[in-house]
Nanobody, 126 residues
Framework: QVQLVESGGGLVQPGGSLRLSCAASGSTGSARFMGWFRQAPGKEREYVATIRWRGGNTYYADSVKGRFTISRDNAKSTIYLQMNTLKPEETAVYFC???????????????????WGQGTQVTVSS
């Protein structure tokens, strides 16, 4: 079992920045990939970014490349999502996820992850 707790969401103006954190506990050593997804009201859950838990390789959705950075601190069992130049359409609940059986070709599919946090609200508005 892996438990995930997100934090760091809030209200930010367009063009602003936020850093989300996801603290993992439990059997974190079993995770292959950890990722960030987001879901806006009435929309499907959308892939944002993924990090390979052991190797640290990072992958991003095209829509956030160059603006978002996913990183990890293995000693703290925590992953981060630094979000810069935020846009109003990126208002959503952001979820952290861990996959113990995830393979790279499926890393952008939320169904490939078996543990989820409760989510943190990010609102981009003036």
């Amino acid at each position: 079992q892996v438990q995930l707790v997100e934090s760091g969401g809030g209200l930010v103006q367009p063009g602003g920045s936020l850093r989300l954190s996801c603290a993992a506990s439990g059997s974190t050593g079993s995770a292959r990939f950890m990722g960030w997804f987001r879901q806006a009201p009435g929309k499907e859950r959308e892939y944002v970014a993924t990090i390979r838990w052991r190797g640290g390789n990072t992958y991003y959705a095209d829509s956030v490349k160059g603006r978002f950075t996913i990183s990890r601190d293995n000693a703290k069992s925590t992953i981060y999502l630094q979000m810069n130049t935020l846009k109003p359409e990126e208002t959503a609940v952001y979820f952290c996820a861990a996959g113990t059986n995830t393979i790279l070709s499926e890393a952008s599919n939320p169904r490939a992850y078996n543990y989820w946090g409760q989510g943190t609200q990010v609102t981009v508005s003036s």
